[in-house]
Each structure stands twice: as C-alpha cells, then as structure tokens.
C-alpha cells in the first residue's frame, strides 16, 4: 500500500515553534491578579485643551499662576488704643534706681522755707504719693521726661522755684484778690513744662484749684466732637467730651471740692443753658463735677455752673494753666456748616481761657493764669510771634519819659522812649490774636524766660543724679563745667542728654 506523502513530508516536524524572540516571559506580583500590561496606562496631560491656539504674528500674554495671599494676619493685633496708651504712658518709679536716703519731701511748710530761702535753693525735694497722684489727673507729668529713671519723682528748687513760691504765698494771703498772668518762653529744653509742674504742686499743697489743659494741640486738631453754642454772636462752639474729661480731672485733682457744697438750687438755673439732668440742692462740687463728666450732653453747662460757685466770696484762688499755647493762637481743624475754618477763639473752652489770659474777665477770688509754649512742637503762626516778642520787649523796656536837661548835659545820655520793633508791611496779621494779647498787657500780662541753669543748680541736680545711680562718673568741678558748657548753658534738656541719656 503506497502512502500519499512523501518522506520529505514525514521528515518535517508535526507543529512550528514560535521564535526565541517572541517567548518573553511576563513578569508577574505575588498576589496580583492582573499583569502589568493588562492594567490600564496613565493618560497624558493634554495641554492647550479649550484654548485657543495663538496665531501667527500675534504676542500673547504669558499668565503665571500664583497662589492667593491670605489676608488674615499672622500675629496679633493691637487693641484700638492700646497703642496710644503705650505711647502716652507714664513711669513714675523705678525699682532698680538707688534709693536716696534723707531726701525731704515738699510741704505747705516748706514753700514758706522756700520763700524765705533757708538753704533750700539748689536742692531736690521729692513729691509726696498724693501730690503725684494729683499731678497724674491733670496730665502734669509728660512722656518724654525722665521720671522712670529715678526711684522717685523730685524737683529741682531753682531760682525761678522761689520766685513762683513768693508769688504763691502773696496771693494765698487773706484780703488778696490780685490775679497774675504770666507767659512761660525759652528755648527747647529749657524746663517750661516742669516749671508748670511746679506751680501745679505749690497750689496744691496751698489748697487751691486747679484746671490744667494740658496740650492745647488736642483742643483745635479736629479729633472730638463739637456742636454750635446756641444764642451766641459770634457763633460759639462747644466741645463736650473734651470738657467732660476736664471735668473728671478737675474732680480727682482737687479734694478740696469735696468741702464745697452747691450754693443754692436757685443757681443751678442761672446758666444759658438748662441743665437736662437732676442736681441734688446740697451737692458737692466735687460731684457736681462728676456729674458733667458722666454726661456729656450737660458737660458744657455743669461747667459753667462750676465755675460760677468757685467765683463766690470765701472760695479758694484759681490756678489756670495751658501747655502748647502757639496752637490756640490760630485756625482750627474744625469748619463751619458752610465749610469755612473756625478760628481756635470761637470754640468755648478756648475763649472761656483767652477771656481770663487777656484780663477781660478777672477772678473774684484771687489766682493765676499761666500759659507756657512749646519749641518742640510749635505751628508757624507769625503773628504770635511777633505779639510775644513785642509784649516782651515793652516790659524789658519800660517807657520811660525824657529827663529834664541843661546846656551840660550831654544829649548822648538823654532816655528817650521805648518804640516797638516795627512790623513786616507785607505780612497779614490776626487782629484777634493782636487784641488779646494788647488787652493782656494792659491786665498785667508778663513774659517770663527761662534762662539755663547756673553752676551750683546744675551741681546739685548731677549729684543726685550720681545718689540715685544713673551718672557713673564722680561729680567734680570740672565735670560740671563741661557739661555746663556742653548743655549750652546749663539748658536742663541737653543736660540731661549729655549726662545720662548719652553712653559712650
């Protein structure tokens, strides 16, 4: 039987085997399921989906995309006001200064000592706690001083301290009713704050009362509310808060209003104005001014009622003081309704001080109105410079009427009388401020410079600085004229500087 293949056929193999390079052996997880190849690929990201591509010839814009800034802050921040507060504040005390051993405080009894000068010029007397706290309600104490250097706050006694001690005690005697005006200058640094602080102390301890502005710059810089005094021409404009905060101080500073008591309740209708609250018939007036500081509607008229009881027989003198006067002496931030600025005199408080500064109202019983000025923040008003400077001369120059004379008298030695500097004919000047300042020198209106300390003041005050540990050096005669020198005079302020600010 013949076979139908041949044995070429037989000679090949029954199936074809795949290539060596097509058996790749897949690897394969432990426990997976799936090969790798089996499992799904990544897509790519498409780029440029739903833009439109940029043609030719036209720039596009290339947009970074950033990430969006939170605004919420990172640290915390201040509460309203706590910034002014840490600015405004006052240190007092400091525990790490030298206590001074055997430093006398000023008394009632040591203002007469002082008077009569009995070894207490150039002397530092220290203030009692409540002298300090009486200085502390009417903002007599300033930032900028150094009361936080020493243990305690003291007071130089210098020759312009005795003078104000005379003063004092001339006026606090009975049957006096004379009021004394007087302007406080000098050059920056020269101690004119302090020398309020001082006259603020020697009418406490003699039992006057005091009402203190104490920067006038807060009165006309536009930051309180103000509303128009109604029945008033010209236009008055009354600032109740501020006179509601005077009123609080004028209450903590003076306990001698606790011995005060209201008149009578007629007079609680004697002013312009109705008082919209209930006033007890027998209150104090140390109430009386609580009242007008707890509100603010009838601030205004509380004061004003005030002011009329101290102006009876029998109450004590008045001490009025203001710091800053420059400021007061010129336009104010306020405006009218028709947009116009309101001059620093038509606001009530302001008048009510320039009425008693110029001696158009007096005081019935007696006291002293003080105002002293700023050179470290001191506004351009021209004509208050030249006001100043004219009152000055006039009172350095009496006017003194020409000496009968004789055919041997020589005419070089004749006096002649005092002309004021003239004016500048191009310059405008404030006839108001012009006015007030031409009334004050007719009441008895003087200026007072402050001049630098001399040797034996400055002596004095550097040795206590070396007592209470802040100068190291040992005081000697020629450190205290170098420092004398270099403090331009013995300018207290660059005395300071000099001495314990500056480290080399």
Not at 271 to 298: C, F, K, N, V, Y
């Amino acid at each position: 039987m013949l076979f139908q293949s041949c044995w070429r056929c037989l000679s090949k193999p029954p199936f074809r085997s795949l290539p060596l390079y097509s058996r790749v052996i897949q690897p394969t997880a432990s426990f997976a399921t799936t090969t790798s190849l089996q499992r799904e690929q990544p897509k790519k990201a498409q780029r440029n989906v739903g833009k439109a591509v940029p043609k030719r010839g036209v720039k596009s814009t290339f947009q970074m995309k950033r990430k969006k800034r939170s605004l919420e802050p990172k640290s915390k921040r201040p509460q309203p006001g706590e910034r002014k507060a840490l600015r405004k504040r006052i240190v007092l005390s400091n525990v790490n200064a030298l206590k001074i051993e055997g430093m006398a405080d000023i008394t009632a009894e040591s203002i007469v000592n002082i008077h009569q000068q009995q070894g207490l010029r150039s002397k530092v007397l220290g203030l009692t706690g409540q002298t300090i706290d009486q200085l502390r309600a009417v903002n007599a104490f300033k930032p900028t001083q150094a009361w936080g250097l020493f243990r305690r706050p003291g007071m130089l006694i210098r020759e312009e301290t005795i003078q104000y001690a005379k003063l004092f005690e001339d006026l606090s005697q009975k049957g006096v009713k004379k009021t004394v005006r007087r302007v406080i200058v000098g050059e920056r640094g020269s101690g004119k704050t302090t020398m309020l602080l001082q006259a603020m102390t020697m009418a406490f301890l003699k039992d006057w009362v005091v009402i203190n502005i104490p920067d006038a710059q807060d009165i006309v810089l536009g930051n309180t509310a103000y509303a128009p005094v109604p029945q008033t021409s010209p236009t008055l404009y009354a600032q109740r808060s501020y006179v509601a905060n005077l009123l609080s101080s004028i209450s903590r500073a003076n306990p001698i209003l606790t011995k005060i008591n209201l008149s009578s309740p007629e007079s609680v209708y004697s002013t312009q104005t109705p008082i919209g609250i209930p006033i007890p018939p027998s209150i104090s007036l140390s109430r009386l001014a609580i009242l007008g500081s707890q509100d603010t509607e009838s601030a205004t008229q509380i004061f004003q009622l005030l002011l009329q009881e101290l102006s009876l027989p029998g109450h004590p003198p008045l001490l009025i003081c203001i710091d800053g006067l420059a400021h007061v002496m010129k336009e104010s931030a306020y405006r009218t309704p028709g947009f116009k600025l309101i001059h620093a005199h038509d606001l009530a408080i302001v008048r009510w001080f320039m009425d008693h500064f110029s001696g158009a109202t007096s005081l019935p019983n007696g006291g002293m109105v003080l105002a002293a000025t700023s050179n470290s923040n001191v506004p351009n008003v021209p004509t208050f410079d030249v006001a100043l400077t004219e009152l000055e001369e006039s009172k350095s120059h009496p006017d003194s009427p020409p000496a009968e004379t004789t055919t041997t008298t020589p005419i070089s030695i004749i006096p002649t009388p005092y002309k004021p500097p003239l004016r500048n004919p191009f310059a405008t000047y404030d006839p108001r401020v012009l006015s007030v300042f031409e009334s004050g020198k007719a009441a008895g209106l003087e200026v007072h410079r402050l001049r630098g300390l001399s040797k034996e003041e400055t002596r004095a005050l550097m040795e206590y600085w070396a007592r209470s540990g802040v100068l190291r050096d040992q005081v000697t005669d020629r450190l205290v004229a170098e420092k004398w020198t270099l403090s331009g005079g013995g300018v207290i302020g660059e005395l300071e500087r000099a001495s314990i600010r500056m480290r080399v």
